[in-house]
């Protein structure tokens, strides 16, 4: 129960440290607490729910560490990703760090730069930080998610630009759904809608800056043409 009882500087500094906590939220309470054997004296409680979340392959514990002089944890007792179950299914040889850091990929969190280093070095994901990351090949090809990691690729963007110049000169014209609706479902699985959204804007934006496309009309009701039709 040292979760309710001190508050950690950081979650990584708890797991790393093999000392007792320092900065308790009721010190007398913990005295106590201690004396009747009812709580350890090293500050192992954290390490072992990340452990015991492990040995489950559930998600890793979420720690919210925002509001000073409080900590608040959400625990997730179901699978959320079947590549990141079978991949701690798998591999056994991992560090908890490492777990923790994919844990974060598959909820879409930003990850360190240290763990991105870990987990490239180990050949464990692919991709492009802060939120384009995927399990990689080598991790694919062991573990029969193939299908998976060719979902996660997204085409270059030479080949979205093909198809929209195709679209044009075949229809004339296209507003920003139709564009929407082209692209949508081969832009990489790893971006959620905002961030497809925002590929796709930043696409348009720049094929209208090297002259390729124009828009005419306003923001919601305008639509895109080739700049030579």
Same mark, same amino acid.
Do not use: C
């Given at each position: 129960?040292?979760?309710? /009882? @001190?508050?950690?500087?950081?979650?990584?500094?708890?797991?790393?440290?093999?000392?007792?906590?320092? #900065? @308790?939220?009721?010190?007398?309470?913990?005295?106590?607490? %201690?004396? /009747?054997?009812?709580?350890?004296?090293?500050?192992?409680?954290?390490?072992?729910?990340?452990?015991?979340?492990?040995e489950r392959s559930f998600p890793m514990p979420d720690y919210d560490l925002s509001v000073s002089g409080s900590v608040k944890v959400t625990i997730?007792?179901?699978?959320?990703?079947?590549? @990141?179950?079978?991949?701690? +299914? !798998? $591999?056994?040889?991992?560090? #908890?760090?490492? +777990?923790?850091?994919?844990?974060?990929?598959?909820?879409?969190?930003?990850?360190?730069?240290?763990?991105?280093?870990?987990?490239?070095?180990?050949? /464990?994901?692919?991709?492009?930080?802060?939120?384009?990351?995927?399990?990689?090949?080598? +991790?694919?090809?062991?573990?029969?998610? !193939?299908?998976? @990691?060719?979902?996660?690729?997204?085409?270059?963007?030479?080949?979205?630009?093909?198809l929209i110049i195709s679209y044009l000169e075949n229809f004339d014209h296209a507003s920003r759904s139709e564009i929407d609706r082209l692209l949508?479902?081969? %832009?990489?699985?790893?971006?959620?809608?905002?961030?497809?959204?925002?590929?796709?804007?930043?696409? #348009?934006?720049?094929?209208?800056?090297?002259?390729?496309? $124009?828009?005419?009309?306003?923001?919601?009701?305008?639509?895109?043409? /080739?700049?030579?039709?």
């Amino acid at each position: 129960m040292d979760i309710f /009882l @001190y508050l950690p500087g950081s979650i990584e500094e708890v797991i790393r440290s093999t000392s007792p906590p320092e #900065l @308790y939220r009721n010190r007398f309470l913990a005295t106590a607490m %201690v004396n /009747l054997n009812m709580i350890d004296t090293i500050g192992t409680g954290i390490k072992k729910i990340f452990m015991h979340q492990r040995e489950r392959s559930f998600p890793m514990p979420d720690y919210d560490l925002s509001v000073s002089g409080s900590v608040k944890v959400t625990i997730t007792g179901k699978i959320l990703d079947e590549k @990141y179950t079978k991949l701690l +299914v !798998k $591999r056994k040889d991992l560090t #908890l760090f490492d +777990v923790i850091a994919l844990d974060k990929v598959q909820k879409g969190q930003v990850i360190s730069g240290d763990e991105f280093k870990s987990l490239k070095s180990k050949k /464990l994901i692919e991709g492009r930080r802060p939120n384009n990351l995927y399990i990689s090949f080598d +991790v694919a090809e062991k573990m029969d998610l !193939k299908a998976e @990691y060719i979902r996660n690729l997204s085409f270059d963007k030479a080949h979205f630009k093909f198809l929209i110049i195709s679209y044009l000169e075949n229809f004339d014209h296209a507003s920003r759904s139709e564009i929407d609706r082209l692209l949508w479902d081969k %832009v990489s699985d790893t971006m959620d809608d905002e961030q497809k959204k925002s590929f796709i804007k930043n696409l #348009l934006q720049e094929m209208r800056k090297e002259g390729i496309i $124009r828009r005419k009309g306003a923001t919601r009701t305008g639509f895109w043409k /080739l700049n030579n039709n």
